[in-house]
C-alpha cells in the first residue's frame, strides 16, 4: 500500500474514448493522476506494466483481450495493482468472472462521478469496492444464470472453517456488513474482522468479493433463497 500522501496512479482501460474521457474528467482531482488510456485488455496490461499504477478502472468487455482475460493476467503478473471492473450492466456474469479473476470492485458505468472516485479509493486501500447486497444480487444472478464462463466449484478449504467462521461466512454472504455481522451474532465489530482475516487465509481468497463467490459456489448458500445448505 502506498502513503496516505501519495496520488494514486490510476490506469483507464475502455474501448470508447468517450467514457474514458468521462472518467479522466471525474478522477482530475489533486489525489489522481490517470498516467494511461487503453482501447483493449491487451493494451491495458502492456500499459500497466509500463507505468505501475496503483489502480486500473477496467472495462468487462473489450476487443483484443476482454476485462476479465486482462485482470487475470494483471492479478498473476502485477499483484500490486487493483483493478475496478466496470459493466454497462449491474447484473453481468462477466462482472462476477472479473471479480473471481482478481478484481478488488465493480461499478456500473451510470455511476457518479463521486461514487467513482469513492471506488477508486476504496480499491487502493485494499477494500471490496462492491455494495454487500449489490455483491450477493449480481452472484446469486450469475450462478442461477444457464450459461457461465466456469462451472461452479468446490472450496478444498472449507473444511480448515471453525464453526465459528462458517458462520460469519454465511452472513457475509447473506450481504451483511461488519456492523451487521456483528449485532447478529452478539460479539464485537473487531472480532468479526479478525474472523473474516482468518477466512480470507483459510480459502485462499484476496477479498470480500472473492470470499462471497466461493461461499456461492461450495453450496454454502444457496442461489435465490441465499439460505444455509444443509
Same mark, same amino acid.
Given at each position: 500500500?502506498?502513503?496516505?500522501?501519495? %496520488?494514486?496512479?490510476? #490506469?483507464?482501460?475502455?474501448?470508447?474514448?468517450?467514457? &474514458?474521457?468521462? =472518467?479522466?474528467?471525474?478522477?482530475?482531482?489533486?489525489?489522481?493522476?490517470?498516467?494511461?488510456?487503453?482501447?483493449?485488455?491487451?493494451?491495458? =496490461?502492456?500499459?500497466?506494466?509500463?507505468? $505501475?499504477?496503483?489502480? =486500473?478502472?477496467?472495462?468487462?468487455?473489450?476487443?483484443?483481450?476482454?476485462?476479465?482475460?486482462?485482470?487475470?493476467? #494483471?492479478? $498473476?503478473? #502485477?499483484?500490486?495493482?487493483?483493478?475496478?471492473?466496470?459493466?454497462?450492466?449491474?447484473?453481468?456474469?462477466?462482472?462476477?468472472?472479473?471479480?473471481?479473476?482478481?478484481?478488488?470492485?465493480?461499478?456500473? +458505468?451510470?455511476?457518479?462521478?463521486?461514487?467513482?472516485?469513492?471506488?477508486? %479509493?476504496?480499491?487502493?486501500?485494499?477494500?471490496?469496492?462492491?455494495?454487500?447486497?449489490?455483491?450477493?444480487?449480481?452472484?446469486?444472478?450469475?450462478?442461477?444464470?444457464? &450459461?457461465?464462463?466456469?462451472?461452479?466449484?468446490?472450496?478444498?478449504?472449507?473444511? +480448515?472453517?471453525?464453526? $465459528?467462521?462458517?458462520? =460469519?461466512?454465511?452472513? !457475509?454472504?447473506?450481504? !451483511?456488513?461488519?456492523? @451487521?455481522?456483528?449485532?447478529?451474532?452478539?460479539?464485537?465489530? /473487531?472480532?468479526? +474482522?479478525?474472523?473474516?482475516?482468518?477466512?480470507?487465509? +483459510? !480459502?485462499?481468497?484476496?477479498? $470480500?468479493?472473492?470470499?462471497?463467490?466461493?461461499?456461492?459456489?461450495?453450496?454454502?448458500? @444457496?442461489? %435465490?433463497?441465499? /439460505?444455509?445448505?444443509?
Amino acid at each position: 500500500m502506498t502513503e496516505p500522501s501519495e %496520488r494514486i496512479r490510476v #490506469l483507464i482501460a475502455d474501448d470508447q474514448p468517450l467514457v &474514458r474521457r468521462g =472518467v479522466a474528467l471525474a478522477l482530475n482531482h489533486d489525489q489522481f493522476d490517470v498516467v494511461a488510456e487503453a482501447d483493449n485488455g491487451q493494451r491495458a =496490461v502492456e500499459l500497466a506494466h509500463q507505468h $505501475r499504477p496503483h489502480v =486500473v478502472v477496467m472495462d468487462i468487455r473489450m476487443p483484443v483481450l476482454d476485462g476479465v482475460q486482462a485482470t487475470e493476467r #494483471l492479478t $498473476r503478473e #502485477l499483484p500490486t495493482c487493483r483493478v475496478l471492473a466496470l459493466s454497462t450492466f449491474d447484473m453481468d456474469e462477466y462482472v462476477v468472472a472479473a471479480l473471481r479473476a482478481g478484481a478488488c470492485g465493480f461499478l456500473p +458505468k451510470d455511476a457518479s462521478p463521486e461514487e467513482l472516485v469513492a471506488a477508486v %479509493r476504496t480499491v487502493h486501500t485494499g477494500e471490496a469496492a462492491v455494495a454487500p447486497r449489490l455483491l450477493t444480487r449480481l452472484i446469486s444472478a450469475y450462478v442461477t444464470a444457464p &450459461r457461465r464462463p466456469q462451472p461452479p466449484s468446490p472450496v478444498p478449504s472449507m473444511g +480448515k472453517l471453525t464453526p $465459528r467462521e462458517v458462520e =460469519v461466512w454465511h452472513r !457475509l454472504a447473506t450481504g !451483511l456488513d461488519n456492523a @451487521e455481522i456483528a449485532s447478529a451474532m452478539g460479539i464485537s465489530a /473487531s472480532t468479526v +474482522k479478525n474472523h473474516i482475516t482468518s477466512i480470507f487465509a +483459510k !480459502l485462499s481468497v484476496r477479498d $470480500r468479493a472473492q470470499a462471497v463467490i466461493a461461499a456461492y459456489e461450495s453450496g454454502l448458500v @444457496e442461489a %435465490r433463497s441465499a /439460505s444455509p445448505v444443509g
